[in-house]
């Protein structure tokens, strides 16, 4: 389990999970204990902002896309049922 504590750092609390911005359009999803479960990244589209979710695999060092989403709720959401 990759845990990471940052000091100074206000995350975004939502469901369970934690969001903690570390970019421009790009935050790193935690669950509350501060398991790190991945990241979402925001990104400009033709149709406007988009937002591109990854489920981190620490086990095998990678990670794998969840998807793309229009609304970054939605990104968000696919970590809590995922």
């Known amino acids: 389990m990759t845990?990471?504590?940052?000091?100074?750092?206000?995350?975004?609390?939502?469901?369970?999970?934690s969001m903690?911005?570390?970019?421009?359009?790009?935050?790193?999803?935690?669950?509350n204990s501060g398991e790190v479960l991945?990241?979402?990244e925001g990104f400009s589209d033709?149709?406007?902002?988009?937002?591109?979710?990854?489920?981190?695999?620490?086990?095998?060092a990678r990670s794998i896309p969840l998807g793309e989403f229009w609304d970054l709720d939605d990104a968000i959401d696919c970590f809590r049922f995922n």
């Not at 845990?3 to 999970?17: C, E, K, M, N, Q």
């Open 3 to 17: 845990t990471l504590d940052f000091v100074g750092t206000v995350p975004s609390i939502r469901a369970g999970i």
């Open 20 to 31: 903690i911005k570390i970019a421009d359009y790009r935050w790193r999803v935690t669950r």
């Open 38 to 40: 991945g990241y979402i």
């Open 46 to 60: 033709v149709g406007g902002r988009r937002f591109r979710a990854r489920r981190l695999l620490s086990a095998q």
